[in-house]
């Protein structure tokens, strides 16, 4: 395959715009729908959702009306008919001014929209261009909220990379190929996860993980490969000789990475296929794309270029010993004291993790000066905090639950603000907290265990509940199964049993850091954003899938180094040293990289995204500084020659001098 896309160097230049205008036609033409219900098959939310069937449906949206006369006044009540008639000129929109319910105080209406998705831009903009004396009117529902415009968030984290790659590689053109490879590969995994939509349900927020991930690892692995390219070229090879050394060594720590996170991805699975397919689907799309891009346009590219990829560059700097290589054994001399030290850190960031509370983000985690927050607030001011997210009761058999007992019991029970039928076989009960409040959780637990058999809670916060629990049953078994995968994974390629043994402890160290600043900061809110609330209850998993599969990234391209200096020579100590002073730069600036992409989406104005975001950009600096820099030369210096163990069997294969990377 490498002679391959040397020798034909233009023909796979040419074919991937090829591949990637045919995939984003095929995307254009037979776009996928979004499905973002969470809920799962079998639960009693989704039985008590069936049960009522269209019932149990809420509108997709909500015009809230404020008049501090009282909305049934003449003035504010003409003012909004208005408002709803125009509303109702848009083909498929419904305002039911007949089924407003009124504030107990009447200074506040809530009143339901019905309307299809294309119509949503047209109601918003309508609200906006609302005016009368006295009235005010903002809308609720999730396709009314502001979102940053398409291409601004990966605009940013593409101008930091461009950046960090230019200060890293002191030269136009290597810096312009990883950013060309990552923006291909991202195009084509985008238009791929379109296409697949069809196959497998996928959620709104799917095309944002594609971009991320895709965006960080493919610029990573273009790095590394061009950098080991520009090494072989100072070495004085040939082109086509220094293309093929990189990509037999970066190029197969960038197949073992790239496999490694898909796998690690894929753990989202035991889920359910119907709730991680989605998931597992958008981020592998992403790795899948930008890894081929890495291991086939990227060796046709640099052969193209050749030595014309220093033509633009400044001098570079060497020395006889890098600050890497002198920091490796400053750790190396005392590798007690500095493993304790790095231990005690990551302990520290991960100690706001144990108070780890899932739920799903709402209107009330957006900034005031969206309408759909300011709608929040005066639901909740109105109406109480509870009729944000009410819920539903369904009685399977009235005979044996009369609705009017069932009413009864669940208005006496404590947490209920108020209760009454809405139909022949359901009831409503407005908690007396937020959806997000975590006494609405134990209310939820009350009713489900006090109320008679033949009566079902549904809602969206018992939904969420629901997947809460899903979720934390399935977690041993997919922690399990990514832990065990990667370990077949890294012993196969290291030859080593103690080394994927230690990986694994080092990352999940790493996880833990992330899942404790994603708490301090989203939920405990320790900068004082306002937003404090519940982590989506998707995103721990999502979180360790992908945090796990990032950081055996940078554990691959280490020890890849390390392994290959200890074939060399045979000394541990040396190995960890001449490892880290060879990778020290390119991971530094990798991670620098991946940090600035992530960091560019916890900006973003989906909360869910932001967790994310801001998650992965937390577990990027501290592996690729902590462990990388810190634990990983200090635990390698005290297992010493132990790191290589292997079973009898197969350990000759290490010792023969045989270099694998």
């Known amino acids: ?167 890293a590689f002191r030269s136009l053109i290597a810096t312009v190929l990883p950013l060309v490879i990552g923006v291909v590969g991202v195009a084509c995994g985008v238009a791929l996860l379109t296409v697949l939509g069809h196959l497998v349900d996928t959620p709104g927020f799917a095309v944002y993980l594609t971009i991320m991930l895709g965006l960080g690892v493919g610029i990573d692995y273009a790095l590394l490969i061009v950098t080991r390219f520009r090494a072989g070229l100072d070495e004085g090879l040939g082109v086509a000789e220094a293309v093929t050394r990189a990509m037999r060594t970066a190029g197969r720590s960038v197949l073992l990475a790239g496999l490694i996170v898909i796998v690690t991805g894929s753990g989202i699975l035991f889920l359910g296929p119907s709730i991680g397919g989605g998931i597992a689907l958008s981020a592998g799309c992403g790795v899948l794309m930008v890894m081929l891009a890495s291991l086939t346009l990227l060796p046709a590219l640099l052969a193209l270029a050749g030595t014309r990829i220093d033509r633009f560059a400044l001098s570079r700097r060497s020395a006889a010993r890098p600050l890497a290589y002198r920091w490796s054994r400053v750790v190396q001399r005392r590798p007690w004291l500095m493993g304790t030290v790095a231990l005690l850190a990551l302990a520290a960031l991960a100690l706001p993790g144990t108070q780890l509370r899932v739920g799903w983000s709402d209107a009330g985690n957006r900034p005031v000066s969206d309408t759909t927050r300011r709608a929040h607030d005066l639901l909740a001011r109105g109406f109480g905090p509870g009729m944000e997210a009410p819920l539903i009761l369904a009685v399977r058999d009235t005979g044996r639950a009369p609705l009017g007992d069932v009413v009864r019991r669940a208005a006496a029970t404590p947490g209920v603000a108020q209760a009454f039928p809405v139909g022949k076989h359901s009831a409503m009960v407005v908690p007396a907290t937020g959806p997000q ?214 350990f000759r294969r290490l010792t023969s001098g045989e270099k694998v990377t």
């Open 1 to 167: 395959m490498i002679r391959f896309c040397i020798r034909h160097r233009w023909l796979v230049v040419v074919l991937w715009p090829v591949l990637a205008a045919a995939l984003i036609a095929a995307a254009a033409t037979w776009p996928a729908p979004s499905d973002d219900d969470f809920t799962l098959p079998g639960s009693e939310s989704r039985q008590a959702a069936e049960l009522l069937g269209p019932a149990a449906e809420e509108p997709p949206g909500t015009l809230v009306v404020s008049a501090p006369s009282g909305v049934r006044e003449p003035g504010p009540r003409g003012a909004v008919a208005a408002l709803a008639g125009r509303m109702n000129a848009v083909p498929g929109v419904r305002v039911s001014l007949d089924a407003q319910r009124v504030s107990p105080d009447g200074t506040l209406a809530s009143i339901p929209i019905d309307y299809p998705d294309p119509a949503a831009p047209e109601l918003k903009r309508l609200r906006d261009g609302f005016q009368a004396s006295g009235v005010t009117v903002e809308l609720a529902g999730d396709d009314f909220a502001d979102f940053t415009p398409g291409g601004l968030t990966e605009g940013i984290g593409l101008l930091a990379a461009a950046i960090v790659l230019l200060v």
């Open 437 to 650: 409040d975590e006494r609405t959780t134990v209310l939820i637990h009350r009713l489900r265990a006090g109320l008679p058999d033949p009566v079902l809670v549904t809602g969206s916060t018992a939904a969420a509940i629901d997947y809460a629990r899903h979720a934390s049953g399935r977690m041993p078994w997919m922690v399990g199964a990514v832990l065990l995968a990667s370990f077949v994974l890294l012993a196969g390629v290291f030859r080593s049993v103690v080394l994927p043994v230690k990986a694994i402890a080092v990352n999940l160290l790493s996880i833990g850091a992330a899942y404790g600043v994603v708490v301090a900061v989203f939920q405990q809110d320790v900068l004082g954003q306002g937003t404090a609330g519940p982590i989506d209850a998707w995103v721990p998993t999502m979180l360790f899938v992908i945090t796990f599969g990032l950081s055996m990234d940078y554990e691959v391209f280490l020890l890849s180094r390390i392994r290959e200096e200890y074939l060399t020579h045979g000394d541990n100590s040396r190995a960890v040293a001449g490892g880290l002073a060879a990778t020290a730069r390119v991971i530094t600036a990798a991670a620098t990289i991946m940090f600035c992409v992530f960091a560019a989406f916890g900006a973003f104005d989906d909360r869910a995204l932001r967790v994310m975001g801001v998650g992965l950009a937390a577990a990027v600096l501290v592996d690729a500084t902590v462990v990388r820099l810190v634990l990983v030369p200090a635990a390698m210096e005290v297992l010493g020659a132990r790191n290589w163990w292997f079973p009898n069997l197969t």
